[in-house]
Nanobody, 124 residues
Framework: QVQLVESGGGLVQAGGSLRLSCAAS????????MGWFRQAPGKEREFVAR????????NYADSVKGRFTISRDNAKNTMYLQMNSLKPEDTAVYYC?????????????????WGQGTQVTVSA
């Protein structure tokens, strides 16, 4: 069983930055590809970014490309999302998720484990 805990959310002004963390336990972290998703009120959960088990491959949603950076430290069992140039439309609950490393998918349904989420609010 994989436990995922997000942290680092908060309130920030537009143009500001935040760094989210996702700490994993209960598993061999490097056995999993990891992703960040977000869900705004009244909207479906959407893909933000994904990183392969080794960290060598990353994918980003077009809406965050060039502003967000996903990374991981397998020695610390932790994944990160550096968010720069934040916009009000980035406001959402951000979730981290894990999928077996042989599955390279950005679909939420292909992720087996989820964290509880952390709120990010960007004021105009």
């Amino acid at each position: 069983q994989v436990q995922l805990v997000e942290s680092g959310g908060g309130l920030v002004q537009a143009g500001g930055s935040l760094r989210l963390s996702c700490a994993a336990s209960g598993t061999t972290f490097s056995s999993y590809g990891m992703g960040w998703f977000r869900q705004a009120p009244g909207k479906e959960r959407e893909f933000v970014a994904r990183i392969s088990w080794s960290g060598s491959r990353t994918n980003y949603a077009d809406s965050v490309k060039g502003r967000f950076t996903i990374s991981r430290d397998n020695a610390k069992n932790t994944m990160y999302l550096q968010m720069n140039s934040l916009k009000p439309e980035d406001t959402a609950v951000y979730y981290c998720a894990a999928q077996p490393k042989y599955i390279a998918s950005i679909l939420p349904s292909r992720y087996d484990y989820w964290g509880q989420g952390t709120q990010v609010t960007v004021s105009a």
